[in-house]
């Protein structure tokens, strides 16, 4: 049974930044892509970015130019650097990965003041 666990979430005001990580129970490179969704209270979940196992990002529009998928090859580990935040990026965070079968975190949340 694969295991996501989310970690950094927290409150931060509006233009600041913030860090998620995520540790998966098994090697990263054993999944095809891996990713960051978010759910705001009484909305649908949405992609936030993704990462192949070869290296190739992808982020949706509203947070291209601000927000950066990265693994860490030696903790195994999957994060998502989040700059200039917004009110509208609060959320939960749930990290994702795929190999045939989705997996899902818990989630973490992020506050964004306004």
């Known amino acids: 049974q694969v295991q996501l666990v989310e970690s950094g979430g927290g409150l931060v005001q509006t233009g600041g930044s913030l860090s998620l990580s995520c540790e998966p129970s098994r090697n990263i490179y054993s999944f095809d892509h891996m990713g960051w969704y978010r759910q705001a209270p009484g909305k649908q979940r949405e992609v936030v970015a993704t990462l192949t196992a070869s290296g190739l990002p992808g982020y949706a529009d509203a947070v291209k130019g601000r927000f950066t998928i990265s693994r860490n090859n030696a903790k195994n580990t999957l994060h998502l650097h989040m700059n200039t935040l917004k009110p509208e990026d609060t959320a939960v965070y749930y990290c994702?990965?795929?190999?045939?079968?989705?997996?899902w975190g818990q989630g973490t949340q992020v506050t964004v003041s306004s």
């Open positions: 994702h990965a795929h190999s045939r079968v989705n997996y």
